[in-house]
């Protein structure tokens, strides 16, 4: 008899009937599943307030809640369209088979069952969901991947920028300086106007400096697109 690999692997079983339960269970906990046990629908989605298993074995006729409404309340909750549901019941016409897939079962099983075959599907639906996992956390890590990347194009863009404004604003602030000179040569007796000329030269030269810092933030963004480095993060000299 193969058993599942996955020892940390539970699987739910939900049913009225208690003999119904130890048959099932047994049959499951040959595989090397760790069994959970419930006794009616409220039951088992109490336990699955608490805990995820990774399938569930439902009967439909049950009193209270039935096993279609149990299904039908798995699949509204968080994660629980991951959790394969093999429906188990004595109604075995096309018309129940056909209801309960629709509900959201993934497999349907009749009563009195062959444990070979219950044990084959269990299989089957625990490979499936092992299958849909890594999907899942594949596509996780692919959405991270994109949302870097995003990030990095819109850095490398403000970046790039930076440096054609950079570029842009340097020739107009050495005209500024130049002229400052010039002022200064022709009206070297007017103290006032002489510090008004000192006090541009200033700001501008602070303005030189915010440029050459734009510069910088350019060629960052070249250099550091691939590592992830933040190219905004410019610190004053």
């Known amino acids: 008899m193969e058993q599942i690999r996955d020892l940390h692997q539970t699987v739910l079983i939900v049913d009225d009937d208690g003999d119904t339960r130890a ?37 439909w006729m049950m009193p209270g809640m039935s096993g279609d409404e149990v299904c039908r309340e ?33 497999d349907y099983v009749t009563k009195p069952f062959e444990y070979r075959e219950l ?21 996780e890590e692919l959405q991270i991947m994109q949302n870097k990347i995003v990030e990095q194009e819109r850095q490398l863009a403000i970046g790039q920028l930076a440096g054609t404004a950079a570029h842009e604003l340097g020739q107009p602030l050495s005209a500024i300086l130049l002229n400052c ?3 200064g ?3 070297s007796s007017d103290e006032k106007f002489l510090k008004a000329l000192e006090n541009i030269k200033s700001d501008v030269k602070k ?31």
């Open 185 to 187: 040569k022709l009206s």
């Open 23 to 59: 048959i099932v269970a047994g049959t499951l906990a040959a595989l090397g599943l760790e069994v959970r046990e419930a006794s009616s629908g409220i039951e088992a989605l109490t336990f699955l307030d608490s805990e995820e298993p990774d399938l569930v074995v439902l009967d």
């Open 119 to 139: 044990q084959a599907r269990v299989r089957a639906q625990l490979r499936v969901r092992q299958l849909n996992l890594v999907l899942q956390r594949k596509n």
């Open 74 to 106: 798995i699949r509204k909750r968080e994660g629980g369209q991951l959790i394969p549901i093999i429906m188990l019941t004595a109604r075995d016409s096309l018309k129940d088979k056909v209801s309960a897939l629709e509900g959201g079962a993934d």
């Open 181 to 183: 000179h010039l002022l």
């Open 207 to 237: 303005m030189s400096l915010l440029i050459e810092q734009l510069k910088g933030a350019d060629a960052t963004s070249t250099s550091s697109y691939h590592k992830g480095t933040d190219i905004l993060s410019l610190k004053k000299e």
